[in-house]
């Protein structure tokens, strides 16, 4: 990391617990000895420990900043965000029970039920798992989470759970906004193309993503990629092949939309044509290009359905005409 994290002093956890009681377990929780052990070059930490002698999944973050306002402020963002998660609660969505802060560690730790597996450790030990299902299942909490407007931006193999209803769900939102560089490297695999090199992106001078308006935040066009690089990850067995965009080549809006993805031929093999369409539109390169989160998961639900792409309004009108007299819908 490029900044080196403060441990939280007892004047400002006693100010947060006092200020967020209802989701404070700080005073319940018992941490393993790995999170007790300094972790500092480690921006997150998962493992289990125990809420009033249950087992539980804690989910732990390093707080940055240099300052007491930095931290403050960082914290605030990452209790908003748990507040609305909790006021979000969906058989596809981690329970997250609260937070708990010790002051002599340096990170603000989530308390979540403890799950059956991850969604990898599943399918390694399961030979009937279903990626199909599994998609569905992310595809639905996601859909559920973008209609309340919040976007998750952590969605990987290793933070889709597995209850013990066989059910998938996702875990625990990014505590980032904008994803730092030790994120970009250690889930390039699962990075939207426009996260990375964002000075880069803005000269495609693309609606919402000029230099003025978009500053490499996590947005629902990257969920949904991320949603893409999963249904890939979930049928080949394998984490996705990085996607980025070759810069020195591609330079204009135009060539950016002659840009894809090509499915490779054992893809092609495994995964059923029309599920590989859907999952080639949510790996567009272009963000407006992908489809909205209900559409995804009405795509993999129902993958004979017309699908229409993203892109001009008048464009989209002459397609959608001549869908209808092509097909008897």
Request: hydrophobic fraction near 40%; charge should be neutral; include cysteine.
């Amino acid at each position: 990391m490029s900044e080196k994290p403060c441990i939280i002093d007892p004047e400002e956890l006693l100010s947060l617990e006092t200020r967020c009681s209802s989701l404070s377990l700080t005073r319940r929780v018992v941490y393993p000895i790995a999170l007790l052990q300094p972790l500092c070059d480690v921006e997150e930490v998962t493992c289990s420990g125990q809420l009033d002698g249950q087992e539980v999944r804690l989910h732990s973050m390093v707080i940055p900043g240099l300052t007491k306002g930095e931290r403050r402020q960082a914290i605030e963002k990452i209790i908003s965000k748990l507040k609305r998660w909790r006021s979000c609660r969906h058989l596809h969505l981690l329970d997250i029970y609260g937070f708990s802060a010790q002051p002599d560690i340096p990170r603000l730790t989530l308390v979540a039920a403890s799950p059956s597996s991850t969604v990898l450790q599943y399918m390694a030990l399961n030979a009937d798992f279903d990626p199909l299902r599994s998609c569905i299942d992310i595809a639905t909490g996601l859909d559920f989470l973008h209609r309340k407007s919040i976007v998750h931006g952590a969605i990987r193999g290793s933070n889709i759970l597995v209850n013990q209803d066989g059910q998938s769900l996702l875990g625990e939102f990014s505590a980032e906004t904008v994803p730092t560089a030790a994120t970009l490297e250690r889930y390039a695999n699962w990075i939207a193309p426009e996260l990375v090199q964002v000075h880069r992106f803005h000269a495609f001078l693309i609606d919402n993503y000029r230099s003025h308006d978009y500053f490499g935040e996590y947005q629902m066009a990257s969920d949904i990629f991320a949603m893409g690089c999963i249904a890939l990850e979930l049928y080949m067995k394998e984490p996705p092949p990085i996607l980025q965009i070759p810069y020195d080549t591609v330079r204009t809006h135009k060539e950016l939309a002659h840009l894809h993805r090509e499915s490779t031929a054992r893809e092609k093999q495994i995964i059923p044509e029309r599920i590989l369409g859907a999952i080639s539109a949510m790996l567009s390169f272009v963000p407006h290009r992908r489809p909205q989160s209900e559409h995804a998961l009405k795509w993999l639900k129902r993958p004979d359905m017309l699908r229409i792409s993203a892109c001009p309004p008048v464009y989209a009108k002459r397609m959608l005409w001549r869908a209808f007299r092509e097909k008897d819908i």
